[in-house]
């Protein structure tokens, strides 16, 4: 099993330029999330999904948009990037109680 | 609302010392609580969670912790500390069932001195 895989592991944008990171998850999981992590700041939830069909905005959602497009696939979008989201960005999947995070993505705009 | 808290954002210990990671929590409900582990440019990888069977939790890499209702507690200790476990440590709490949001601490970066 991959677990959770994510794309891409770098970017560089310019302010106003537009991207989707991409994550799946192999492990038939429901449950799936969005996070930032900045120094100091620890993780931060951008947006999740309970369910296939479902999401809903965490503490940072501004910014973003997001898709669950089956089961296995959640994807960020970023629609008109800024220098304040510059960040990693990490995609995580759970089973009830325990989550499972995938490597990152490292993101900087200019 | 639950939070936690991370005592100390910086950790130095000797290579065979004790090492010790502070956390706090505070949950409306008895909690789950984890904690994680972040390598460099990695992802978090799961130490150990504590969901309401033993109060003592024993993880991966020799790390253990403790949960203590009286103390709002959940700190992470391991007897002798060894290089490779120079890391970021991260604690995190979330209510039981199903899906339910877990909120992370702001981390312990963890130094081994040679």
């Known amino acids: 099993n991959a677990g959770v895989t994510q794309t891409p592991k770098f970017q560089v944008l310019k302010t106003g330029q537009s991207m989707t990171l991409q994550c799946a998850q192999d492990?038939?999981?429901?449950?799936m999330y969005w996070y930032r992590q900045d120094p100091g700041m620890g993780l931060r939830l951008i947006y999740y999904?309970?369910?296939?069909?479902?999401?809903d905005k965490g503490e940072v959602p501004n910014g973003y948009n997001v898709s669950r497009l089956n089961k296995r696939e959640f994807s960020l979008r970023l629609e008109s990037a800024a220098p304040s989201q510059t960040s990693v960005y990490f995609c995580a999947s759970s089973d009830p109680g325990t989550q499972y995070f995938g490597p990152g993505t490292r993101l900087t705009v200019l | 609302a639950q939070s936690v808290t991370q005592l100390g954002s910086h950790v130095s210990v000797s290579e065979g010392a004790l090492v010790l990671l502070r956390c706090n929590y505070s949950s409306s409900v008895p909690p789950y609580l984890f904690w994680y582990v972040q390598y460099p440019n990695q992802g978090l990888q799961l130490l150990l969670k504590y969901t309401s069977a033993a109060t003592l939790v024993k993880g991966i890499n020799g790390f253990e912790a403790e949960f203590k209702k009286s103390e709002t507690s959940f700190h992470l200790t391991k007897p002798s500390a060894h290089m490779s476990d120079a890391a970021e440590y991260f604690c995190?709490?979330?209510?039981?069932?199903?899906?339910?949001?877990?909120?992370f601490g702001t981390g312990t970066k963890l130094q081994v001195i040679p």
């Open positions: 492990m038939n999981h429901n449950s």
């Open positions: 995190a709490v979330s209510r039981p069932g199903g899906y339910q949001k877990v909120t």
């Open positions: 999904s309970a369910s296939e069909g479902t999401t």
